[in-house]
């Protein structure tokens, strides 16, 4: 054969044979780096594609050409870039590894929206895929809005709600976009994914992706997919002690100041940093997003099963700021769907409906004017005390009849717990007098502190030096079954090596006690289980956000299947903590309410009267009425 003859043989079969070329040996993320380009109608960066700029997306990225991985679940903040994932692994698919790509969406308007103004551009913009998508404008090229043809498979587009698309023909590649705000059935066929996976079945190599912002808790579809995989989370490690944590809003500490403008609250916010939960050390944003980070999996077993999750929050975007989230975040509390917005799209958090649970502006509504510091009802005082690594903070609570309660006093004590002076502060409010409007007062009966923490043997010194004040340690254990009160133990005291004696410590059952206060919270009329709280500052929102900031729900999985746990955008949990302590106090207490009742009616009268007389303040023998155990008299006779 003559050397022209073979040059026109070539170039006859080149075409048809260059679809023989095996595909490179790229990852997505090597193919996004290579070959991707952002497009300027939805990239703030428009160029290069650098998966060095979003390094957590590099694992999602890659999973999907990695054999032994069938599914993909990516739940994750706004602004991270959990889009392009999907762009890439489109891209990737279309250039190195064919195959038909069903692309579902929540409804066929988003699909649309999506197609002009993320796929479109992408091919467009990247060379490779826009010699092997045809051209729109050409006469039956197989480009509409919805499909994309291209050698070896095509890519269609629809909602959720389309039954006909989800399933009919065999697919080998399923990507799902907001994956929560999917419709719950395809018509009258049942739920669009697994629809969608059913097309799949006849492919070995196939592969399934869904992607996601996370909405309502355990009402969330990307949830249920989350927990079926690794359940992966991006840890950055801390510029302190170097342990690798997934950084969440309440590690977050910052200042704020409050101006009304026009009418509206407006913020400026300071001094925000990270707070290690595992050394405590505080660091700057910059410091922190400079910082080596991995993705950690809670359950490392289900890449066995070909399904790998991850889970991302917007404090990782190198868009979005920590200062612009806190201030969303400020500007949407008081209102629960921004709130929802902000836990969704920002934190990356799922929101927990209340369901029957007061919330706290109705409790907070309840509010009522005290005549004294002692309204008429209360009985007895106990205080609760809940301890952190830089205060105490406590509240009074009332007692009285039937559980019916008073909030007395509630403040914060600033300082360690291994401080002298803080606990001098709180002997302050242990000691006091507080007064009915006749002027009969009570004392404080009995008081519980957490033991819980980095001080623990600190607050049991301290407890023991105030056994005359019947101040007892505590130690807080959840789980169903615990009873709230038990007798109290002795514990050991070893501070620094050195045993100093011991103390009595009382563990309580706090889920027993935060059953207790919810059900009394739901009381809406005085008397017989009521809670009522002052018209003060000390009982303002933050009080009220903190009280109400649990929940219990029902988690089949665990041991003990009802758990209490955090509701999203009340992290701050003191309050109830205190209030619990407060009430534990209480149920710890041999008192006899009638018999304090009649003691305080007969105080109360003898004032009036005028017949008590004022009795030495340290001359406690020459009293003739008897100490019921649970209660303390003052410095007058009719002090109770």
Not at 53 to 72: G, N, Q, S
Not at 158 to 181: F, M, Q
Not at 327 to 334: C, V
Request: aromatic share 10%.
């Amino acid at each position: 054969m003559k050397a022209s003859e073979l040059r026109r043989l070539n170039a006859a079969i080149a075409g048809p044979v260059s679809g023989f070329k095996p595909p490179e040996n790229l990852t997505v993320s090597e193919w996004a780096d290579k070959r991707r380009r952002l497009s300027p109608e939805a990239s703030a960066e428009p160029g290069p594609w650098r998966t060095s700029r979003t390094p957590y997306l590099k694992e999602p990225m890659d999973a999907f050409t990695d054999p032994k991985v069938k599914r993909i679940v990516l739940v994750s903040a706004s602004q991270v870039g959990k889009s392009e994932l999907l762009n890439n692994i489109i891209g990737y698919i279309i250039d190195e590894d064919p195959g038909s790509i069903l692309f579902i969406h929540p409804t066929t308007i988003d699909a649309k929206e999506y197609s002009k103004l993320r796929i479109a551009p992408m091919i467009r913009d990247c060379p490779t895929l826009r010699r092997t998508v045809a051209s729109p404008k050409s006469r039956d090229s197989g480009n509409t809005i919805l499909q994309k043809a291209y050698p070896g498979g095509i890519l269609t587009l629809c909602g959720s709600t389309e039954a006909h698309a989800l399933a009919s023909k065999p697919i080998r590649y399923i990507l799902g976009d907001e994956r929560d705000r999917w419709a719950l059935s395809a018509g009258s066929e049942g739920d669009p994914w697994e629809l969608a996976r059913a097309r799949q079945i006849t492919f070995y190599n196939a592969k399934a992706v869904e992607v996601s912002t996370p909405t309502i808790k355990n009402a969330s579809a990307i949830e249920s997919s989350f927990a079926a995989g690794t359940m992966e989370r991006w840890c950055v490690a801390c510029p302190q002690c170097g342990e690798y944590r997934n950084i969440t809003f309440e590690n977050i500490r910052y200042d704020y100041e409050e101006k009304i403008v026009a009418g509206k609250k407006t913020y400026t916010v300071s001094n925000i940093y990270y707070a290690c939960g595992a050394c405590g050390g505080l660091s700057t944003e910059a410091e922190v997003k400079a910082q080596p980070a991995k993705w950690i999996a809670e359950h490392p077993e289900a890449y066995e099963q070909g399904c790998r999750s991850f889970w991302l929050n917007a404090f990782v975007s190198p868009w979005a700021t920590w200062e612009s989230t806190i201030l969303e975040y400020l500007n949407a509390i008081g209102n629960s769907r921004k709130l929802q917005v902000v836990y969704n799209t920002r934190f990356g958090e799922l929101w927990e409906d209340r369901g029957d649970l007061e919330d706290e502006e109705s409790v907070m509504a309840r509010r009522e004017e005290y005549e004294a510091e002692l309204p008429e009802g209360v009985l007895v005082l106990t205080c609760g005390v809940d301890t952190q690594d830089d205060r105490l903070e406590f509240e009074v609570v009332g007692h009285g009849h039937f559980g019916e309660t008073w909030g007395i006093r509630k403040g914060v004590i600033m300082g360690r717990p291994d401080d002298p002076d803080v606990w001098a502060q709180l002997d302050d409010i242990i000691d006091k007098v507080y007064y009915f409007k006749s002027g009969v007062g009570l004392k404080i009966s009995m008081t519980f502190v957490d033991e819980g923490g980095h001080f623990t043997q600190e607050v049991r010194y301290q407890c023991r030096e105030r056994l005359s004040k019947k101040v007892f340690a505590i130690k807080g254990r959840g789980g169903d079954g615990i009873p709230y009160t038990a007798p109290p133990k002795k514990q050991k005291i070893m501070i620094k090596g050195k045993s100093l004696g011991t103390c009595w410590q009382y563990v309580i059952g706090v889920d027993a006690g935060k059953q207790i206060i919810m059900d009394n919270l739901r009381v809406q009329t005085p008397g017989s289980r009521y809670c009522h709280f002052p018209r003060r500052d000390d009982y303002g929102p933050a009080y009220f956000k903190g009280l109400l900031s649990e929940r219990l729900v029902y988690r089949p999985a665990k041991k003990n299947p009802w758990q209490w746990e955090k509701i999203p955008g009340h992290e701050r949990n003191e309050a109830l903590d205190c209030r619990n302590y407060a009430l534990a106090a209480f149920k710890a207490l041999p008192v006899d309410l009638d018999a304090i009742e009649r003691r305080l009616i007969e105080a109360t009268r003898a004032r009036h009267q005028g017949e008590v007389q004022t009795a030495p303040a340290r001359q406690p023998a020459k009293r003739t009425r008897k100490r019921k155990k649970g209660t303390t008299l003052s410095k007058h006779y009719d002090d109770w």
